[in-house]
């Protein structure tokens, strides 16, 4: 699309404007002559135009001159010339000629403008009494509803949230066409008001409006989550993440830690691990001990001994992740892996006080290796937390030998 259609737009509009003002014949047909050359791509003709007739004396409050500056000042911020931009549209505002209706495009470009040069107190202003002369006017001005938008952009920019959510109502109700822009300021405003009841219903109404929109589930669910409406916000990222919209690694490890959270840990481990074969996220350490512990609470053992495995090939000593192998691994009556996770242990020098020694010997026993478990009770009953329970393995063993 040609980016001076907006431009013609103008043009087109004060040609065929159905306000008490109207052009003259020649300025007419100057500016038709404008469109042409924006259309032909020959700008520094067109600005020739503009600039003469820009600079002709004109009566006071010219309508003529007020409709040439603003196609000028248009004209001049497509050429991103925007402090000469400003300039004219401020001259075509200062004639007090155009209608109401048509300064309405008007001030929100000169507010834009003003907003995106650093200049926000002006832009207030401008809006600002604008709004005030609008407003008593004893007709409805269109396009006031966009006035509405800018101006709690404006003050919600400055973190003035409550004259903002006042000015985007308005907006909003002022519409009749859903505007994603304003339900997304409506929304953030709400959130940091922490006013979060009317923040579920504008998170509602951008993802009842826009369901291809995978933020606007996060958005809904954080809400829900927050009003402590924990199904509803699980139930909100499940549909998310069945319509294939997560893409953020925290995404799929936080839905999850929900699963895990409300007790269904064999889908929180589906989660993960098709996120990890997908390469949704990486198997590292704190993914591989939230998968581990997903398929332990599923009663998985054997599946969350193998997590636990793959993750010590990649970091062989770390302590902490051995102990948990160990112990995953005696309950689950893995009694090779339990040998396999104590020697381990032993090679990286974890400091056991006799636990392993006696979970090394019952794993022998169970193997009917009755050597080797005897002489790990033994070291068990020479350590001072587990002596007990070693010599009344001990026992038990002589038993056995009648």
């Known amino acids: 699309m040609n980016k001076y259609i907006f431009v013609t737009f103008c043009i087109i509009f004060s040609l065929n404007n159905f306000s008490e003002e109207v052009l003259n014949e020649t300025v007419y047909w100057e500016l038709t002559r404008v469109d042409t050359k924006i259309e032909e791509n020959k700008f520094d003709e067109a600005e020739d135009i503009l600039r003469y007739w820009y600079k002709k004396n004109w009566r006071s409050r010219s309508y003529n001159k007020a409709v040439?500056?603003?196609?000028?000042?248009?004209?001049?911020?497509?050429?991103?010339?925007?402090?000469?931009?400003?300039?004219?549209?401020?001259?075509?505002?200062?004639?007090?000629?155009?209608?109401?209706?048509?300064?309405?495009?008007?001030?929100?470009?000169?507010?834009?403008?003003?907003?995106?040069?650093?200049?926000i107190p002006k832009a207030k202003e401008l809006l600002l009494n604008f709004i005030k002369k609008a407003e008593s006017n004893p007709k409805p001005v269109p396009g006031m509803h966009n006035v509405y938008a800018l101006t709690a952009l404006i003050y919600a920019?400055?973190?003035?949230?409550?004259?903002?959510?006042?000015?985007?109502?308005?907006?909003?109700?002022?519409?009749?066409?859903?505007?994603?822009?304003?339900?997304?300021?409506?929304?953030?405003?709400?959130?940091?008001?922490?006013?979060?009841?009317?923040?579920?219903?504008?998170?509602?109404?951008?993802?009842?409006?826009?369901?291809?929109n995978k933020r606007y589930y996060v958005q809904l669910s954080a809400i829900y989550n927050i009003l402590e409406k924990y199904d509803l916000s699980l139930a909100t990222m499940e549909v998310s993440y069945m319509k294939g919209l997560l893409e953020k690694p925290e995404e799929f490890t936080n839905l999850a830690s929900f699963y895990l959270y409300k007790q269904n840990p064999a889908m929180s481990a589906?989660?993960?691990?098709?996120?990890?074969?997908?390469?949704?996220?990486?198997?590292?350490?704190?993914?591989?001990k939230l998968l581990s512990d997903a398929w332990l609470f599923a009663k998985e053992r054997t599946k969350s001994l193998d997590v636990l495995e793959r993750s010590l090939n990649e970091d062989p000593n770390d302590k902490k992740l051995v102990k948990q192998y160990i112990n995953i691994a005696?309950?689950?009556?893995?009694?090779?892996?339990?040998?396999?996770?104590?020697?381990?242990?032993?090679?990286?020098?974890?400091?056991?006080?006799?636990?392993?020694?006696?979970?090394?010997?019952?794993?022998?026993?169970?193997?009917?290796?009755?050597?080797?478990?005897?002489?790990?009770?033994i070291e068990a009953s020479n350590s001072k937390k587990y002596a007990d329970q070693g010599n009344a393995w001990l026992e038990y063993l002589e038993a056995l030998k009648g």
């Open 68 to 119: 040439i500056a603003r196609t000028y000042g248009f004209f001049l911020f497509q050429r991103e010339r925007f402090d000469e931009a400003l300039e004219k549209l401020q001259t075509a505002y200062d004639e007090n000629a155009l209608p109401i209706a048509e300064a309405t495009s008007l001030v929100q470009a000169m507010a834009q403008l003003y907003s995106t040069q650093g200049q």
């Open 157 to 212: 920019s400055e973190q003035n949230y409550d004259v903002a959510y006042n000015y985007i109502n308005l907006a909003i109700s002022l519409s009749s066409a859903f505007r994603e822009d304003w339900y997304q300021l409506k929304f953030a405003i709400e959130y940091n008001k922490e006013d979060y009841i009317n923040a579920e219903i504008s998170a509602k109404e951008l993802l009842f409006n826009k369901p291809e």
């Open 270 to 288: 589906k989660v993960l691990e098709d996120a990890i074969s997908q390469k949704d996220i990486l198997f590292n350490k704190a993914n591989a």
């Open 330 to 377: 005696f309950s689950a009556f893995e009694w090779d892996e339990v040998i396999n996770g104590i020697q381990k242990a032993k090679n990286i020098g974890v400091d056991d006080d006799g636990k392993h020694s006696l979970m090394i010997g019952i794993a022998y026993f169970e193997k009917k290796n009755l050597n080797k478990a005897e002489s790990s009770f």
